[in-house]
């Protein structure tokens, strides 16, 4: 889910949507009595996959459909890794440095043996979630302050 932080606008104590402030939430292990969200695989490297296909949308301003002109998106999670790193590794309107840093983290640093089976409750994983994503994404924001 995609949400937008409120603020006040005039003297007043009116509160108006802030659009330049927008922060993206995913539920993990969510309770949605839906099927395909019961189904769907939960592990930190899909999760993050995920949010790293997002932030390649968001900054190219399309789908991952729309970018490599498929009628359906990709279900499988190496198919939709394929065309991921193949699109972070496009140079056509490359994101800036630190944004591309925690995109190829999403992306791609759940890859080697030694985190690949880590799961939400490991301290490493958030250590390097933090450092790895977090922290890049927070520093590239401060350009635009």
Known sequence: MVYFLLRRTGEEARQSVDFSRAFVSAAIDSPEPDAA???RNTEPKVVLLELGILLLE???????????GLNEAPTDYYLRLVRAVEWLEDSDNSPPYLYETAVSYCIRG??????RLMSWDTNELWNWVCKDIIEPLSNNCKQWR
């Open 37 to 39: 969200a019961r189904s």
């Open 58 to 68: 968001i900054w190219h301003q399309t789908t991952l459909e729309a970018r490599f």
């Open 110 to 115: 759940m890859l080697g043996p030694e985190v």
